[in-house]
């Protein structure tokens, strides 16, 4: 279990709490960002309530798919990142799994960037696409702050998710 955690990017002593999913143990790490599960033999119905919490990364044993491909492929399906919405009476919360990438780190962010493709980063430049590298989060805030919002609030301390808080407006 810690030799999955620490290849996974986290620190020991990130919490873990015990789970149990239809039956079978499901490890939740560092809030849900992360689940292991090292059952040997999985079902549809298991990894159906392991997506739910909507994790940025599962770990399952090959073994439990007990060579099954149908069942491997509809897990990786249900397991699909995405970007996610919430919508609170008082904010609105966006995230995303990837986490912060390359030079880009907890302790220079966000004044240090990284581009997983800069190939793409640069023909989206010379494309028009991006008028300059490293200014759309201070664009966002700036615009946030223009319009009375507080100061938007960025999630980016987990290695496996990337996340920011936007405030409705201050009233007059």
Same mark, same amino acid.
């Given at each position: 279990m810690y030799e999955?955690?620490?290849?996974s990017g986290f620190e020991l002593a990130t919490p873990i709490e015990h789970l149990v999913l239809e039956g079978k143990?499901?490890?939740? $790490? =560092?809030? %849900?960002?992360?689940? $292991?599960?090292?059952?040997k033999q999985l079902t549809h119905?298991?990894?159906?309530?392991? =997506?739910?919490?909507?994790?940025? +990364?599962? $770990?399952?044993?090959?073994? %439990?798919?007990?060579? *099954?491909?149908?069942?491997?492929? *509809?897990?990786?399906?249900?397991m699909r990142s995405k970007i996610r919405f919430y919508e609170f009476a008082d904010r609105i919360e966006i995230s995303n799994t990837g986490g912060?990438?390359? =030079?880009? +780190?907890?302790? *220079?962010?966000?004044?240090q960037n990284d581009y997983r493709n800069p190939v793409l980063a640069e023909a989206m430049k010379i494309l028009g696409y991006v008028n300059r590298f490293n200014r759309g989060i201070a664009t966002a805030k700036k615009a946030l702050l223009d319009n009375g919002n507080p100061e938007p609030v960025f999630k980016y301390d987990l290695p496996l998710q990337?996340?920011?808080t936007v405030c409705k407006k201050v009233s007059a």
């Open positions: 999955l955690l620490l290849k143990t499901v490890f939740s $790490i =560092a809030g %849900g960002v992360l689940l $292991i599960c090292l059952e119905d298991l990894l159906k309530a392991m =997506a739910a919490l909507a994790p940025s +990364r599962v $770990i399952c044993l090959d073994e %439990g798919f007990q060579d *099954n491909d149908q069942l491997k492929t *509809n897990a990786v399906q249900m912060l990438y390359g =030079a880009a +780190r907890p302790d *220079n962010f966000p004044h990337f996340g920011v």
